[in-house]
């Protein structure tokens, strides 16, 4: 009886292990892409951007997007400068990321390579 519930225990334990490592192979196979994009107070839904859709599909240059950043591929984040009121010239940060995200998709579309440019393209419920 007593090497039943140790058997029980060890194989427990193993499947345990298995399921743990399995699940951190996972984790870093995958960084998270997209990531997602929400304000502080959003109302809209949050939107998804993928760096591998920009990267290497699109063949966009960090620095095009993390346009003040000392080193643009060890990058801060907009909001470390764009903040929720626009201050000293510094655009706030929905009109930011409106202005890069949106300027960009328009003249990508008029040149043939569809990119959202409507509401509901980007802030997907
Ligand atoms: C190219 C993508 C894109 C398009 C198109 C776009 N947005 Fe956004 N919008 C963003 C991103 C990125 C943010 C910042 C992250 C977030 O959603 O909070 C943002 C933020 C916002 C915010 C401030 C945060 C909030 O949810 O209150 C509002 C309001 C907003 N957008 C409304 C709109 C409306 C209305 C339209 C259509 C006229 C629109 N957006 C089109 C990307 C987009
Ligand atoms: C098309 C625009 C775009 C391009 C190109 C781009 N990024 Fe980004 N990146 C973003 C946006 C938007 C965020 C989210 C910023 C935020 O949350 O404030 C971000 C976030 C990051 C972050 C996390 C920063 C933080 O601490 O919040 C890193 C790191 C990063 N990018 C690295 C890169 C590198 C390296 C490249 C070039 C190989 C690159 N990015 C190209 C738009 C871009
Ligand atoms: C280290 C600070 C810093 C970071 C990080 C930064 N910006 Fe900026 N950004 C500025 C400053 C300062 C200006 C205004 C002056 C200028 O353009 O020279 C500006 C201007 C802009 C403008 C033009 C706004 C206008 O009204 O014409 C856009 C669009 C923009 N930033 C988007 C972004 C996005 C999107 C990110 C993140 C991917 C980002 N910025 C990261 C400092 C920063
Ligand atoms: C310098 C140009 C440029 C900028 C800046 C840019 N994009 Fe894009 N984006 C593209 C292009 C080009 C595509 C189409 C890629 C393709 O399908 O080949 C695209 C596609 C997308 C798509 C659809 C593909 C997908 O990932 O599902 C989303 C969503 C998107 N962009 C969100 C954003 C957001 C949010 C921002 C601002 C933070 C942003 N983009 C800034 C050029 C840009």
Redesign the pocket.
């Known amino acids: 009886m007593k090497t039943n519930i140790f058997k029980y225990f060890a194989c427990f334990i193993l499947l345990f292990c298995i399921f743990s490592l399995c699940s951190l192979a996972w984790a870093q196979k995958k960084p998270a892409d997209p990531i997602s994009?929400?304000?502080e107070g959003?109302?809209?839904a949050?939107?998804p951007f993928s760096h591998p859709v920009h990267i290497e599909k699109a063949k966009i240059d960090c620095a095009a997007c993390h346009h003040k950043d000392k080193n643009p591929k060890e990058p801060v984040g907009c909001l470390q400068c764009h903040q929720k009121e626009t201050k000293d010239n510094v655009a706030d940060?929905?009109k930011a990321?409106?202005k890069q995200?949106?300027t960009c998709?328009k003249e990508s579309t008029a040149k043939g390579v569809t990119a959202?440019?409507?509401?509901n393209?980007?802030?997907k419920k």
Do not use: D, R
Not at 116 to 119: A, L, R, S
């Open positions: 994009l929400k304000l959003a109302k809209m949050p939107v940060a929905k990321f409106h995200c949106i998709h959202p440019v409507k509401c393209e980007c802030h």
